[in-house]
């Protein structure tokens, strides 16, 4: 990427009754069912995934959605995400609390900053009344420092839907009351428009992220269909140009948004990584440690309990604590520890290091 270096300096729950005419057992400590559990932790991934693609390729993200900043960015300073004030960035709407999602320090070639709060909605129609959400923390922003810093130009705003939001609600905020007007406009990004097939063309990065949510969306419930994108899109990323850390971005996104469920089409799966594999291909390992590790010890566990020994149980904690180590490997690798001092410190032979390595440079 071009223009600019990115910096991160710091990196009324419902009844219980409702839950279960859904079927989802209640937890006794939180009263919240398992089913409401998983689609929380579910939703909690897909928002950690997308925060981390706008962090990644912030500068590649403002082209598409506001190309005027883009180009008036000064490439020979930092973009800032100002995680400090973000968490002073809190409104209430209907009396529930809403927090916005990155809030960067934007330097501009006028020597002045502008503050860009960006947010995104990824839950669909929840979260209350959106151009008023976005009103709100524009002003917020204004109303606490603006005025204080002199080195800010303006404090600007835009959204990233990447689903479709209720239709009786506006793309803008409009407030009349008794002669006042008050009107305030956006930029914003809709998913649901762009067109897949051009994305996935595009040697944009953020492109293929665009693509894979929006191959999400056309997925819908047809969880074959999304395990057919999934590996498509994972066959073509190792023709990509791109470095280890952008590959595994984008990877981390696809695999979160297009992941199967069932068990049938997990094992299918399974076996396409395995087959890559074998075929000496690329397989982003961070991702697979979480996945292996999870598995590894869930199959363990159920071995065990079936036969009445420990046998699988401890199968499934060794492969987890591989592939754990192989995690750690890799982040010493990011930190350009040399290889001895691998070996030395973290559980793991010599072979699996090589083929760590070797699985990095393709």
Known sequence: MSGGRVNDIDDGTKKQKSRAKRGSAPDTATGIGEAELLEKEERRRIDECWRMIFKKFFLLLLRRIMPSLAEDVDG?????????EMEDLTVYIDGDRQVADILARVPTRSGRDVWLLLHAEIQGPGGGDLPTRMFCYNSTLRVT?????????????????????????????????YGNRMLYEYPMLKLWELDADALEESDNPFDWALCAGKRALEGGRDERLKLDYLKGFIDKLDAKGWTHDEKLAIFRLTDTLLHPKSPELRKSYDDFREERRKEGKTVLLSIVEERAQERGEKIGEKRGEKRGEKRGEKRGEKRGATMKALAVAARMLDRGEPREKILDYVEISPKELDKLIESRRN
């Not at 020979?76 to 400090?84: A, I, K, Q, T």
């Not at 009786?168 to 409009?174: F, K, Q």
Request: aromatic share 4%; with cysteine.
């Open 145 to 177: 420092h603006l005025k204080e810093k002199s080195d800010i130009a303006d404090v600007v705003s835009c959204a990233v839907l990447t689903a479709k939001r209720p239709s009786a609600e506006e793309d803008r905020y409009l407030r009349e009351s």
């Open 76 to 84: 020979s300073r930092e973009v800032v995400f100002l995680e400090r």
